[in-house]
């Protein structure tokens, strides 16, 4: 059974990076046809997709980010990252990774979440 852990930072200060580390057990990060996600939810707020990295190291970003985030990998720590550049209280609320199955195109596996405040 895959499972996915967010850790991080829970404070952030405006204007500063905000970075976040989903840790994958269970399964290979690089194992074919898997592609690992952020995902966000603000208060009061529907999900949003933050940006994806395949299993061959391909990555996707959502353009409302305006290019301020950046997602990495760790193949040997089978982990994967997020870090947030330039964060603003708009950028709070809970992050989650998630395993997303290319084949059968659904999310099966998330992480419990992570919540982000941002502080002034």
């Known amino acids: 059974q895959v499972q996915l852990q967010e850790s991080g930072p829970g404070l952030v200060k405006n204007s500063q990076t905000l970075s976040l580390v989903c840790t994958v057990s269970g399964g290979s990060i690089t194992a074919n046809n898997y592609y690992w996600n952020w995902i966000r939810q603000a208060p009061g707020k529907g999900l949003e997709w933050i940006g994806a990295?395949?299993?061959?190291?391909?990555?996707w970003y959502n353009p409302s980010l305006k290019s301020r985030g950046s997602i990495s990998r760790d193949t040997s720590k089978n982990e994967f990252t997020l870090q947030l550049m330039s964060v603003t209280p708009e950028d709070r609320g809970v992050y989650y990774c998630a395993r997303f199955i290319g084949d059968n195109k659904y999310f099966d596996n998330w992480g419990q979440g992570t919540q982000v405040t941002v502080s002034s």
């Open positions: 990295i395949g299993f061959n190291g391909r990555l």
